[in-house]
C-alpha cells in the first residue's frame, strides 16, 4: 500500500503514545544480541591530558567538549571523537588567547553575549537539578497509569483492498465477489497497489486519523466479513473494501513509551517552576506591541 494513503494520527495522549511502534512492525530487529563491549576504564575527571601555553586541559574538560560538541562529533567514529574534542579544545583556547590580546572581551556587544550564555547555562543548571532529576521512576509510572486510565477507547479496523484505475473495473469485481470469487484471489491478480495487493489487499489494522478520509469512512461503516456493495473513489483510483476484523486498540506498553512520559512531565514540572519564578518576580514589558504577544503566549500554555 503506498505511504500516502495512511495518514499521521496526533491527537491528546495519542500524540504521544502513537509513537510506540508495534512489536508486530518491527520487522527489522536485530536477531543476534550484539557482541558484548568490554567495561569502560574508570577515568579521573582530573587527570591533565595536555597543556597549552601551561595551562592544563583535563579529562573534565574534553568530557564537556564532547558533550558541548556533540553535533559536530555525531559523525565521527567513536575512537575519534576524543582526540576531536582535544583538537577543539586546543584551537579555542589559543583563539581565546588572541582574543584577549587584542582587547575583544572588552567589546560591549561580547559582554552581552558573554551575559546571555551565562544565563543560559545556569538556566540549563536549574532543569537539570531543579526539574529533570527531581523525577522519579514512580512518577513516570503514575503519569503512564493515569493517561491510559484517561484515554477513551479508540476502535480499529482489519481491511483489505481492490485498487483499481476505472468505477467500471471496480462494479466488474463486486460482481465476482458477489458470484463467490474470493476477495484475496482478486487483489493479488487485479490490485493495482502492488504493496497490499501481493498479501491478497491487506491494510492490517488502522484507527480513526490513520487513513485518507474515503478509506476510513468506508472501512468503518462496514461489518466485519463484509466488503463494499459500490466502488468507493479517492485520489488513488477506484477501492473495494472488505472489513475482516473490530477491536479495540491496546496502548502501548509502559516500555515502549517510558521516555517519552519523562519528557511530558519533564515539561509540565519546566512550566510549574517558570510560573512559579514568574509569579514572584516583578517584570515590566514596556513595548505594548512585545507586551501583547507576550500574553497571549503566556495565556496558551
Given at each position: 500500500?503506498?505511504?500516502?494513503?495512511r495518514?499521521?494520527?496526533?491527537?491528546?495522549l495519542?500524540?504521544m503514545?502513537?509513537?510506540?511502534?508495534?512489536?508486530?512492525?518491527?520487522?527489522?530487529?536485530?536477531?543476534?544480541p550484539?557482541?558484548?563491549?568490554a567495561?569502560?576504564?574508570?577515568?579521573?575527571?582530573?587527570?591533565?591530558v595536555?597543556?597549552?601555553?601551561?595551562?592544563?586541559?583535563?579529562?573534565?574538560?574534553?568530557?564537556?567538549?564532547?558533550?558541548?560538541l556533540?553535533?559536530?562529533?555525531?559523525?565521527l567514529?567513536?575512537?575519534?571523537?576524543?582526540?576531536?574534542?582535544l583538537?577543539?579544545?586546543?584551537?579555542?583556547?589559543l583563539m581565546?588567547?588572541?582574543?584577549?590580546?587584542?582587547?575583544f572581551?572588552k567589546?560591549?556587544e561580547?559582554?552581552?553575549?558573554?551575559?546571555?550564555?551565562?544565563?543560559r547555562?545556569?538556566?540549563?543548571?536549574?532543569?537539570?537539578?531543579?526539574?529533570?532529576?527531581?523525577?522519579?521512576?514512580?512518577?513516570v509510572?503514575?503519569?503512564y497509569?493515569?493517561?491510559?486510565?484517561?484515554?477513551?477507547?479508540?476502535?480499529?479496523?482489519?481491511a483489505?483492498?481492490?485498487?483499481?484505475?476505472?468505477?467500471?473495473?471496480?462494479?466488474?469485481?463486486?460482481?465476482q465477489l458477489d458470484?463467490?470469487?474470493?476477495?484475496?484471489d482478486?487483489?493479488?491478480?487485479?490490485?493495482t497497489d502492488a504493496?497490499?495487493?501481493?498479501?491478497?489487499g491487506?491494510l492490517?489494522y488502522?484507527g480513526?486519523?490513520?487513513?485518507?478520509?474515503e478509506?476510513?469512512?468506508?472501512?468503518f461503516?462496514?461489518?466485519?466479513g463484509?466488503?463494499?456493495?459500490?466502488?468507493?473513489?479517492?485520489q488513488?483510483?477506484?477501492?473495494?473494501f472488505?472489513v475482516?476484523?473490530?477491536r479495540?486498540q491496546?496502548?502501548?506498553?509502559?516500555?515502549?513509551?517510558?521516555?517519552q512520559?519523562?519528557?511530558?512531565?519533564?515539561?509540565?514540572?519546566?512550566?510549574?517552576?517558570?510560573?512559579s519564578l514568574?509569579g514572584?518576580a516583578?517584570?515590566?514589558?514596556?513595548d505594548?506591541?512585545?507586551?501583547?504577544?507576550?500574553?497571549?503566549?503566556?495565556?496558551a500554555?
Amino acid at each position: 500500500m503506498p505511504l500516502s494513503f495512511r495518514r499521521a494520527s496526533l491527537a491528546g495522549l495519542g500524540v504521544m503514545l502513537a509513537l510506540a511502534v508495534p512489536a508486530s512492525q518491527q520487522a527489522f530487529a536485530q536477531e543476534t544480541p550484539p557482541a558484548a563491549e568490554a567495561p569502560a576504564k574508570p577515568v579521573d575527571p582530573a587527570a591533565v591530558v595536555a597543556t597549552v601555553n601551561g595551562q592544563p586541559i583535563t579529562e573534565a574538560d574534553l568530557t564537556l567538549a564532547e558533550s558541548d560538541l556533540d553535533q559536530q562529533f555525531s559523525r565521527l567514529p567513536p575512537e575519534q571523537r576524543r582526540a576531536a574534542a582535544l583538537s577543539a579544545i586546543i584551537e579555542i583556547r589559543l583563539m581565546a588567547a588572541e582574543a584577549e590580546a587584542k582587547g575583544f572581551d572588552k567589546d560591549p556587544e561580547f559582554q552581552r553575549r558573554m551575559k546571555f550564555l551565562r544565563d543560559r547555562a545556569l538556566h540549563s543548571q536549574v532543569v537539570d537539578q531543579e526539574v529533570a532529576k527531581a523525577i522519579t521512576d514512580d512518577q513516570v509510572r503514575a503519569r503512564y497509569d493515569k493517561e491510559i486510565a484517561d484515554a477513551p477507547p479508540v476502535n480499529e479496523v482489519h481491511a483489505r483492498h481492490i485498487l483499481v484505475k476505472t468505477k467500471e473495473e471496480a462494479e466488474a469485481i463486486i460482481k465476482q465477489l458477489d458470484a463467490g470469487a474470493k476477495f484475496e484471489d482478486i487483489a493479488k491478480e487485479k490490485s493495482t497497489d502492488a504493496g497490499s495487493g501481493a498479501n491478497g489487499g491487506d491494510l492490517g489494522y488502522f484507527g480513526p486519523g490513520q487513513m485518507v478520509p474515503e478509506f476510513e469512512k468506508a472501512a468503518f461503516a462496514l461489518e466485519p466479513g463484509t466488503y463494499t456493495k459500490e466502488p468507493v473513489q479517492s485520489q488513488f483510483g477506484w477501492h473495494v473494501f472488505k472489513v475482516e476484523d473490530k477491536r479495540v486498540q491496546q496502548p502501548p506498553a509502559f516500555d515502549q513509551v517510558k521516555g517519552q512520559v519523562r519528557s511530558l512531565l519533564l515539561r509540565d514540572k519546566y512550566f510549574e517552576l517558570v510560573k512559579s519564578l514568574r509569579g514572584a518576580a516583578k517584570i515590566d514589558v514596556t513595548d505594548p506591541e512585545l507586551k501583547k504577544a507576550i500574553d497571549q503566549m503566556d495565556a496558551a500554555k
